[in-house]
């Protein structure tokens, strides 16, 4: 019988850096990311509309999200869902662990005004 060795899977900078944006996003009483400057261990950098900065050191990952939230939420109600979301986006999609998601609620969209982004 032959024996099939197992691959390596690696994932790219790229998809971390989606699923966190699209998992923060999901959140109900998010509006949109924040234009910041994003990035992977400063080696890997992304356009300024990502509104996410990741690092990974030992296969754990640590996240930094700049998000607008629509008017009238709760802000740490809305802030705690998005750390569970995006964390449990990624150590199931990814299988990777988790250190840490910092939260920065850079503005407030009033008035239903949401941006495209």
């Given amino acids: 019988m032959a024996e099939h060795k197992t691959g390596k899977t690696t994932v790219a900078p790229d ?5 966190a944006r ?3 996003l ?9 234009n910041v400057t994003g990035g992977v261990n400063r080696l ?10 990741i690092e990974v050191e030992d296969n754990v ?20 869902n ?6 449990r986006s990624i150590q199931e999609m990814i299988g990777m662990d ?3 998601i910092d939260i920065h609620i850079e503005d407030i969209d009033y008035d239903g ?4 982004s």
Avoid: C
């Fill in 15 to 19: 998809v971390l850096v989606n699923i």
């Fill in 22 to 24: 699209l998992s923060a």
């Fill in 26 to 34: 999901s959140v109900d009483g998010v509006s949109r990311m924040a």
């Fill in 44 to 53: 890997f950098k992304r356009g300024v509309h990502d509104g996410v900065r």
């Fill in 61 to 80: 990952v640590v996240a930094d999200l700049y998000l607008v939230l629509k008017e009238d939420v709760n802000i740490r109600e809305v802030s705690r």
């Fill in 82 to 87: 998005i750390q569970r979301q995006v964390a």
């Fill in 98 to 100: 988790v250190g840490g």
């Fill in 113 to 116: 005004e949401e941006a495209q």
